[in-house]
Structure formats: structure tokens, C-alpha cells
């Protein structure tokens, strides 16, 4: 029998994608000849917001701006902690406004913000995980950047290296499932170099492994409230390992938003106060 999972509500951050466009590509996924359906986009985002309001979870949202296209991915723009904010500082030029615009929400929150001096972008490669943070580097979010990060939140950071640049961000290619000193993980091993695969092995040894077509189809790019995992539909085996291991998938197709490289998690900035 899976054993029971108990949600706890979450406060998270969002962006509508009114300004969603793939016009540079910063990575692999992206290819600015490629048109975005921005009705589509909005359809399938409020669909996700639709998911988390109706499973209980509170929701914010910070204004899009024009010219930001990527504004949208919130979880690039902050990783918070007990209420304390390490702001970004995003590796492309064309995304490095957007700290600005997301600063000055957590402001208006009541949050004081860190301004990280080396490159480093939010939860994009920076995942909370109960007593560690987990990092990842190599494409994006820099070594020095994890340093900080240890000495900002005094939380030891364990950092790993992620080698296949379609899994740009540790995101892309790993979830957290349960918080608090027991917690559990979700990964794609290909995507992490041979050194950082043997510590999330040793780290995590009841881990969900997902196959090439889960990590493919976005299936890490998720979002779990300890039962409830908002996933890609089409991580077909990812989802029916999550439920036989007592999970609840909720299905969210936010295929349009692949198009600039990222899916559900990218969307999602999560507020831990
Ligand atoms: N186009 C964006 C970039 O390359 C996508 C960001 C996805 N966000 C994420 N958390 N993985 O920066």
C-alpha cells in the first residue's frame, strides 16, 4: 500500500504570459522563428493557476511587462526561504530586467531582497529541499553563486552539475517531493555529471527515477505540495510511478510554454514564509 501523503498549502508567485514570445534563444528549446499561440499560452497558464486555486493553494501574481517575453517563468526570479529573498542575476542580458520588476513586487510584499553579486537564477537552479539547498551549475547559476546562497540562508548547499544542455536548468531535470528532513526527490540521472549523479544517489536513495521521455516531455518540471504533483500529461511513466508511490497527479499541459524551454515549475515562484 503507498503510504499517505499529506499536502500543506503554498503561497506562490506567477506572471501571465501577456507578453510570451520566443524573439532570442538562450537555449537549446528556443528558436526565435518559431511563433508562440499566445491564446493558447494564457488558456493553458490559467489552467495552472485554475489547478492550484482549486487544490488550495494561495496565489500572487506580479505584472507582466512589455518586452520581457520571458517575464512569465517567475521561478527564475528569487528563491525564498523562512521569508528571506536572494534575488537573481540572470546570465542573458535580455532576461536581467526582469530582477527589477520582481524586486520591486516582493518589495511592495514586505520582503527585503539580496542582491547576489554573481550569476544565479532563482529557483531555476536553486531548490529548496528540506535541509539542504540544492544547486545546480554549469549553463546558468555559477559556483560562487552557491556560496552565497550557503552563507545567505546558512544551509548547507550541495552543488551539482548538470552536462546536457537541453536540461539548462536544475529544474528541468529534478523535483522535490517532500520537504522537512525526510525529503524525497524526484531526478533524471543522464542529465547530471557522474560525480553529482553518486550524490543524489547516496543523498536520496528512494528517489523517482525518471526515463529520457519523462525528462523530455518536461515531466521534472513540476510541482508538488507533498500529495498533490502538478505534471506534464505527457510524462506518461513519471506520473503512473508517482501514483503507485502514493502521489496524486494532477495533469497540466502547458506544451506552448515549451517553445521558450520551460513548463510548470518555470512558471512558479514559491513564496516560503
Ligand atoms: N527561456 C527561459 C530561459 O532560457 C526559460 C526559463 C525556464 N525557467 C526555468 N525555471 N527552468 O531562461
Same mark, same amino acid.
Given at each position: 500500500?503507498?503510504?499517505?501523503?499529506?499536502?500543506?498549502?503554498?503561497?506562490?508567485?506567477?506572471?501571465?504570459?501577456?507578453?510570451?514570445?520566443?524573439?532570442?534563444?538562450?537555449?537549446?528549446?528556443?528558436?526565435?522563428?518559431?511563433?508562440?499561440?499566445?491564446?493558447?499560452?494564457?488558456? /493553458?497558464? /490559467?489552467?495552472?493557476? *485554475?489547478?492550484?486555486?482549486?487544490? *488550495?493553494?494561495?496565489?500572487?501574481?506580479?505584472?507582466?511587462?512589455?518586452?520581457?517575453?520571458?517575464?512569465?517563468?517567475?521561478?527564475?526570479?528569487?528563491? @525564498?526561504?523562512?521569508?528571506?529573498?536572494? *534575488?537573481?542575476?540572470?546570465?542573458?542580458?535580455?532576461?536581467?530586467?526582469? $530582477?527589477?520588476?520582481?524586486?520591486?513586487?516582493?518589495?511592495?510584499?514586505?520582503?527585503?531582497?539580496?542582491?547576489?553579486?554573481?550569476?544565479? +537564477?532563482?529557483?531555476? =537552479?536553486?531548490?529548496?529541499?528540506?535541509?539542504?539547498?540544492?544547486?545546480?551549475?554549469?549553463?546558468?547559476?555559477?559556483?560562487?553563486?552557491?556560496?552565497?546562497?550557503?552563507?545567505?540562508?546558512?544551509?548547507?548547499?550541495?552543488?551539482?552539475?548538470?552536462?546536457?544542455?537541453?536540461?539548462?536548468?536544475?529544474?528541468?531535470?529534478?523535483?522535490?517531493?517532500? !520537504?522537512?528532513?525526510?525529503?524525497?526527490?524526484?531526478?533524471?540521472? +543522464?542529465?547530471?555529471?557522474?560525480?553529482?549523479?553518486? @550524490?543524489?544517489?547516496?543523498?536520496?536513495?528512494?528517489?523517482?527515477?525518471?526515463?529520457? +521521455? =519523462?525528462?523530455?516531455?518536461? #515531466?521534472?518540471?513540476?510541482?508538488?505540495?507533498?500529495?498533490?504533483?502538478?505534471?506534464?500529461? !505527457?510524462?506518461?511513466?513519471?506520473? $503512473?510511478?508517482?501514483?503507485?508511490?502514493?502521489?496524486?497527479?494532477?495533469?497540466?499541459?502547458?506544451?506552448?510554454?515549451?517553445?521558450? #524551454?520551460?513548463?510548470?515549475?518555470?512558471?512558479? /515562484?514559491?513564496?516560503?514564509?
Amino acid at each position: 500500500m503507498p503510504e499517505r501523503r499529506v499536502p500543506r498549502r503554498r503561497r506562490y508567485l506567477v506572471c501571465e504570459p501577456r507578453h510570451f514570445a520566443v524573439q532570442y534563444a538562450i537555449n537549446p528549446w528556443m528558436n526565435p522563428d518559431t511563433r508562440v499561440d499566445v491564446d493558447l499560452a494564457q488558456e /493553458q497558464w /490559467q489552467s495552472l493557476i *485554475g489547478a492550484y486555486r482549486s487544490h *488550495g493553494h494561495a496565489v500572487d501574481t506580479v505584472e507582466p511587462v512589455p518586452g520581457l517575453p520571458d517575464m512569465v517563468f517567475a521561478a527564475n526570479s528569487a528563491v @525564498v526561504v523562512d521569508g528571506r529573498v536572494f *534575488g537573481s542575476l540572470f546570465h542573458a542580458p535580455e532576461r536581467r530586467p526582469e $530582477s527589477t520588476h520582481y524586486d520591486t513586487w516582493f518589495k511592495a510584499a514586505g520582503y527585503d531582497v539580496y542582491r547576489p553579486e554573481s550569476v544565479c +537564477e532563482g529557483e531555476g =537552479d536553486l531548490v529548496p529541499a528540506g535541509r539542504y539547498v540544492l544547486a545546480g551549475t554549469g549553463f546558468r547559476t555559477t559556483r560562487e553563486a552557491h556560496r552565497e546562497v550557503q552563507e545567505f540562508f546558512g544551509l548547507p548547499v550541495i552543488s551539482l552539475t548538470l552536462v546536457d544542455p537541453r536540461f539548462y536548468h536544475l529544474d528541468t531535470a529534478l523535483f522535490v517531493l517532500d !520537504e522537512g528532513p525526510e525529503a524525497n526527490i524526484a531526478y533524471y540521472p +543522464e542529465a547530471f555529471s557522474p560525480g553529482s549523479r553518486e @550524490v543524489l544517489a547516496r543523498l536520496y536513495p528512494d528517489a523517482v527515477l525518471a526515463t529520457r +521521455e =519523462d525528462a523530455l516531455a518536461f #515531466g521534472l518540471n513540476s510541482v508538488c505540495d507533498g500529495h498533490h504533483v502538478f505534471i506534464s500529461p !505527457e510524462a506518461t511513466a513519471l506520473v $503512473s510511478e508517482l501514483a503507485r508511490r502514493g502521489y496524486v497527479p494532477v495533469p497540466v499541459d502547458l506544451s506552448e510554454f515549451r517553445k521558450a #524551454g520551460g513548463g510548470i515549475k518555470c512558471c512558479t /515562484q514559491e513564496i516560503r514564509s
